[in-house]
C-alpha cells in the first residue's frame, strides 16, 4: 500500500534526507586515494550520530555497516572493508538515516583521483538519466514513465539498466510501496499521487546488464566485471510536482563543482 504523507511528514523527511546529504558531503572530501571504506563508513556513522539520527542500513536485514560502499564493477551493496581505494577507481555510496521515525536513502558514484573518460561518461549519464526519471514524477504519470525515461537514456548511450535491483517508496520504511524499477514501458504501472515519496535510483552498468552477488551475501556486481555507477535521489510529489528532499549540493560545495541540475525541483 502507496503511504501519502502529510506536509508535516513531507518536512520530517525532508529533514532525515538532508543528514544523509550532509553526510554524502562530509565524505566527498575524504574520497581519495589510499583511504578505506571502513574509514569512511566510520566518519559516515559519526557525522549521522552527530545529527542526533541513526544510521539507517546498519542492522536493517543485518546489513553490519552503516554505508554500502560499491567501487568498480560492485553495482550496489557492498560491504565497508579495508582495501584502500586507488587512483582511478569509482566507489558508489549508498547511506541511510533515520530522524524523527522517517529514512533518508541516496546514493552517489565519486571519482577516486582522476578517472578515464569512457568512466567520465558513465557517470555522467547514469546521473542524467537519475533527472530523466525525476522529471516523469508527476501527477499524471505511472511509475512506467520514470522505469522508461531512465532505461531509454542509458540504453541509447549503449549501457545495460540493471533489472533485479530497484528504486522504491521511502517513509517510516526504507522499502515502502511502490517498487520503481529503472526500466519499464510508458502509460504503466501506479499511478502517482501528491504526497507520495520515492527513491528514485538508477544502477547503470558500462556493459551488459547482468549481475551476480558474492558468497558475502550482499555485495552485486557486473557479470562481465565492467564498471557500474548508481546514483539516488529521494523525491516528493508536492502539487503535481517532482521536489527532491536530497541534495548533492553539500557534495559539490566540497568538490568544488557547480551545478544547476536540481533547479527545477528545489523543494
Ligand atoms: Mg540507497
Ligand atoms: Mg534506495
Redesign the pocket.
Known amino acids: 500500500m502507496i503511504k501519502i504523507k502529510t506536509a508535516e511528514e513531507l518536512a520530517l523527511m525532508r529533514e532525515s534526507a538532508l543528514i544523509v546529504s550532509k553526510t554524502l558531503g562530509e565524505l566527498a572530501k575524504e574520497v581519495k586515494p589510499g583511504v578505506t571504506t571502513l574509514k569512511l563508513d566510520k566518519i559516515a556513522e559519526d557525522c549521522i550520530r552527530d545529527h542526533d539520527a541513526i544510521p539507517g542500513?546498519l542492522g536493517l536485514y543485518d546489513f553490519p555497516n552503516t554505508l554500502?560502499m560499491s567501487p568498480n564493477a560492485q553495482v550496489?551493496h557492498g560491504i565497508p572493508n579495508n582495501k584502500p581505494l586507488e587512483e582511478g577507481d569509482i566507489i558508489s555510496i549508498?547511506?541511510?538515516a533515520i530522524k524523527n521515525g522517517f529514512y533518508g536513502?541516496?546514493?552517489y558514484t565519486f571519482e577516486v583521483g582522476e578517472v578515464s573518460q569512457d568512466i567520465k561518461d558513465l557517470l555522467r549519464v547514469t546521473k542524467e538519466s537519475l533527472y530523466k526519471g525525476i522529471e516523469q514524477f508527476r501527477m499524471g504519470k505511472r511509475v512506467g514513465d520514470v522505469g522508461y525515461a531512465i532505461q531509454q537514456y542509458a540504453e541509447n548511450h549503449g549501457y545495460g539498466v540493471v533489472r533485479e535491483l530497484v528504486g522504491h517508496g521511502l517513509g517510516r520504511k526504507m522499502h515502502e510501496d511502490p517498487e520503481m524499477p529503472n526500466y519499464g514501458k510508458r502509460g504503466k504501472g501506479k499511478k502517482f499521487k501528491n504526497g507520495m515519496t520515492v527513491?528514485i535510483?538508477p544502477m547503470i552498468n558500462q556493459g551488459t546488464r547482468r549481475i551476480k552477488q558474492l558468497k558475502d551475501g550482499w555485495t552485486i556486481l557486473t557479470a562481465d566485471g565492467k564498471p557500474s555507477a548508481?546514483f539516488?535521489h529521494d523525491v516528493a510529489l508536492i502539487d503535481g510536482e517532482p521536489k527532491l528532499l536530497s541534495t548533492f549540493d553539500y557534495i559539490y560545495e566540497a568538490l568544488g563543482i557547480s551545478s544547476n541540475e536540481e533547479d527545477p525541483y528545489r523543494f
Do not use: L, P, S, T
Request: with cysteine; charged share 30%; net charge negative.
Open positions: 542500513f554500502c550496489v549508498d547511506c541511510g536513502d541516496h546514493a527513491a535510483e548508481h539516488e
